[in-house]
């Protein structure tokens, strides 16, 4: 059964992926919004910075951010600068790392979904009397429940199965920053091959439940289009 | 009124629009696919940002050079061409969308009322992916007229429905837009439409205005762009008349003149009462000229009437002759060859043969 540091694990990477999925909620509507609605020659750039991510090995990524969040990097500079205690090795900075890395899987599912509502829901609200923000909240929002449901749950399961950047920039503190991914490979590293099945195949089956549902919603979803 | 100059340049398309019209009543946008209608509709609503020029309605100015108002404060009512209802509201959200957000209800319309002279009054609970056609349609007008706009706009509202409930949804609009008291804008490439609806005429040809104004003065301009065109008609009102014909329907147009129409009811489904305000569109090349009267004919309508006004020029072989029949007006387009062969000239007295005047 599950130790106690496992427990913690379980507990860390639930908070992590949670935390991370709703920042990056928040922070993507705009993002996804511009990237979806300008016309800005910027937009390829931003685009190609965003799926950065997904072609690149994490420990790419944790690299640099461990240089960031090093005294003299930038981040750890502006935390200094600030008062505040470095985020290397801590809860934040996983927060941080993970959210970089699982951007694209929240951003592109609403892009897509913002781009697909076409501009004939938003002119008819503007001639009704709705305000941009209006507009926004009444009409966009709606429309798009499947692309913040898609954009939620494939940046929550791809937070949880984060390995790379979590070692670089956080280390491997039990209660701390040892997430689940971790755990696992600690206990095949000690050959506690029992441990590491109670946990491997938890994941797994989480990560299965959480995708049948995602495409079960979408299916009826694409029914109810089509009636 | 209506006062618009406006200036659109895109990639492909230059829109240059200049025209008035009276604030009140339906004025049809009427043009071939592709002149720019849409476009000018787009631009009076203010959907179209890149737009210039000036536009005041019934004395507000929604553009000038220093100000453009947003859309949302125009209150501008648009039916569009396919349906434009939220699909993640149901049929009463919709229709309420508008109304909750003015910042006070002025007009105390009778919602009740306006749904069921819409006839949608079953359909409140339904969500609009299970509406049809012309439902959308009724529900997306009666939700702009809830807004309680001070323009309403409409893009070709019947074209994307079938025969059947467009001419249901037609019957409705007639009786509709004749009733409200805001200005509508209509847009469609329809003769039938604009002969049915309009009150007074935009011309729009290569995103240019080519004539407006009341819609038997540009019906009637024999130099127009119009009585060029293939589609030059005439617009006549009048009565169904109390006594009938066996097999025909007779319409009373005053001044003495009865027009005899095949009575088509019994396909069309459509039942006329004596007495009830019609109105007939007449094709320029239905009507042909004579001399003389002719005797023993088969064509029903033949009437006297006094040559108004020849236009100028011949195009493409064709004149345009308008007609003065007691008062109303009547084109007629006949070949350059018969104007010279029968010496027409202006205020010359001739018979007009129509051989078909829709009923519409």
Same mark, same amino acid.
């Given at each position: ?227 | ?239 169904? #008349?109390? /006594? =009938? %014909?066996?097999?025909? $329907? *007779? ?7 009865? +027009? !005899? ?64 029949? #007691?008062? /109303? =007006? %009547?084109?007629?387009? $006949? *070949? ?7 010496? +027409? !000239? ?15």
């Amino acid at each position: 059964m599950l130790s106690q540091p496992d427990i913690a694990a379980l507990i860390i990477t639930l908070k992590l992926a949670g935390t991370t999925t709703l920042i990056l909620l928040l922070l993507g509507t705009p993002l996804a919004w511009w990237l979806a609605t300008t016309r800005s020659r910027a937009r390829s750039s931003i685009e190609a910075v965003i799926a950065l991510p997904l072609v690149l090995p994490p420990t790419v990524l944790g690299f640099y951010l461990l240089l960031a969040f090093s005294p003299d990097g930038p981040i750890g500079v502006t935390t200094a600068a600030l008062g505040l205690p470095s985020i290397a090795f801590s809860f934040w900075g996983l927060v941080l790392g993970s959210a970089i890395y699982s951007l694209p899987f929240v951003v592109q599912p609403l892009q897509n979904s913002f781009a697909g509502l076409g501009r004939m829901p938003l002119e008819v609200a503007a001639t009704l009397g709705a305000g941009p923000l209006d507009r926004f909240i009444s009409v966009v929002l709606p429309l798009s429940k499947m692309g913040y449901l898609t954009a939620a749950v494939l940046g929550f399961a791809h937070t949880l199965g984060e390995f790379g950047v979590v070692l670089m920039i956080g280390g491997n503190i039990p209660g701390e920053t040892q997430v689940l991914s971790i755990a696992i490979y600690d206990h095949v590293e000690a050959l506690e091959y029992s441990q590491a099945h109670w946990l491997a195949a938890g994941l797994l089956l989480c990560s299965f439940l959480v995708l049948l549902m995602v495409y079960s919603a979408n299916r009826k979803f694409h029914l109810m289009k089509t009636i | 009124m209506i006062e618009a100059d406006l200036q659109l340049s895109k990639s492909d398309f230059k829109l240059d629009a200049n025209f008035s019209v009276p604030g009140r009543g339906v004025t049809a946008v009427f043009g071939p696919s592709g002149c720019g209608k849409t476009t000018l509709l787009r631009v009076i609503a203010g959907l179209e940002p890149e737009a210039t020029g000036s536009l005041s309605v019934n004395s507000e100015q929604w553009l000038d050079a220093s100000a453009r108002r947003p859309v949302e404060q125009r209150r501008v009512g648009v039916v569009f061409q396919n349906s434009s209802l939220f699909p993640h509201l149901t049929v009463q959200e919709n229709l309420l969308y508008g109304r909750q957000r003015l910042r006070k209800v002025t007009k105390p319309i009778e919602i009740n009322q306006l749904i069921a002279s819409l006839e949608i009054e079953k359909l409140l609970l339904r969500y609009p992916g299970d509406l049809s056609g012309g439902e959308k349609q009724r529900v997306a007008l009666g939700r702009a007229l809830l807004a309680e706009p001070k323009l309403l706009l409409m893009d070709e509202p019947l074209s994307a429905l079938d025969r059947s409930s467009r001419e249901k949804l037609m019957l409705l609009l007639e009786k509709f837009l004749q009733e409200i008291d805001i200005p509508v804008f209509y847009v469609t490439h329809s003769s039938e439409e604009v002969a049915r609806l309009a009150d007074n005429l935009v011309l729009l040809a290569n995103g240019a205005v080519t004539d407006h104004g009341f819609i038997q003065d540009v019906l009637g301009a024999v130099d127009g762009e119009l009585s060029r065109s293939d589609t030059a008609f005439s617009v006549i009102e009048g009565k169904i #008349a109390t /006594k =009938q %014909l066996p097999g025909l $329907i *007779s319409v009373d147009c005053g001044a003495g003149i009865v +027009l !005899q129409l095949p009575d088509s009811t019994a396909i069309s489904g459509i039942r006329y009462h004596s007495g009830s305000g019609v109105r007939l569109r007449i094709r320029a090349r239905d009507v042909s000229l004579c001399l003389e009267q002719p005797q023993r004919s088969s064509i029903l309508n033949i009437l006297p009437a006094v040559i108004a006004q020849l236009s100028a020029e011949p195009y493409n072989g064709s004149r345009v002759v308008k007609l003065d029949m #007691a008062g /109303k =007006q %009547l084109l007629s387009k $006949i *070949s350059e060859y018969s104007v010279q062969q029968l010496g +027409l !000239q202006e205020s010359q007295p001739v018979f007009a043969q129509i051989k078909s005047a829709a009923l519409i």
